[in-house]
Structures are given as C-alpha cells and as structure tokens.
C-alpha cells in the first residue's frame, strides 16, 4: 500500500487506496505485518461460512 500511495502522491492522484488480506487461518505475525502495512485483515469470525 505504502508503494501505491507513493506513486498516487507522485501523480498528484487524490484518491484515497484501501487494500485488505482475507484468509482462513493467520498466525499473530502475519496478522500484525498486514495491518502495520495499512491492509485490513479479513478472517471467519465463526465455525462456518455463510454464502
């Protein structure tokens, strides 16, 4: 994200980039390395997924 943002801020690009991670299963160390990246971290918060 911080890439990103650098080569908006470069281009005088406003927009404001939201970038998120969705997974299953994620240890603490991949959870925190995601958000301290700006990302937001999408995870089951239950025993199954509903469609």
Known sequence: MEKLRNYAGLHHDKRVYLGAVAGV???????TYALKK????????GGTFNW
């Not at 299963?25 to 959870?31: A, D, L, P, R």
């Not at 700006?38 to 918060?45: A, C, H, K, L, N």
Request: glycine share 14%; hydrophobic share 35%; no cysteine.
């Open 38 to 45: 700006g990302f937001y971290v999408i995870e089951p918060s």
């Open 25 to 31: 299963v994620f240890n603490e160390g991949e959870k």
